[in-house]
């Protein structure tokens, strides 16, 4: 089993910027890929980042390209999100998600473990 444990989020105004957190605890051993998703009020969960177990590969969905990074402290299992320029269109509930298996990492239904998610609003 990993437990996820996200935090980070908050009200921040347009153009500014936050860092989201995600800490595994557990048999992190067993983690391919971990994984950022998002679910707006009325939208589906939709990926955001995702990040090799070994930091090597990176992913992003293309509306956070240049402005959102993610990466991994690998002292203390931690992988991070950083988000800059922030828009009111990234406002949401953010989740992390760890895969134990290599595969489709923008999809959400590869992901073995579920954070329970941290708000970000974005103020205009």
């Known amino acids: 089993q990993v437990l996820l444990v996200e935090s980070g989020g908050g009200l921040v105004q347009a153009g500014g910027s936050l860092r989201l957190s995600c800490a595994a605890s557990?048999?992190?051993?067993?983690?391919?890929?971990m994984g950022w998703f998002r679910q707006a009020p009325g939208k589906e969960r939709e990926f955001v980042a995702a990040l090799s177990w070994t930091g090597v590969y990176t992913y992003y969905e293309d509306s956070v390209k240049g402005r959102f990074t993610i990466s991994r402290d690998n002292a203390n299992d931690t992988v991070y999100l950083q988000m800059n320029s922030l828009k009111p269109e990234d406002t949401a509930v953010y989740y992390c998600a760890a895969d134990r298996a290599s595969g489709n990492v923008r999809s959400s239904l590869g992901y073995d473990y579920w954070g329970q998610g941290t708000q970000v609003t974005v103020s205009s």
């Open positions: 557990g048999r992190t051993i067993s983690i391919d890929t």
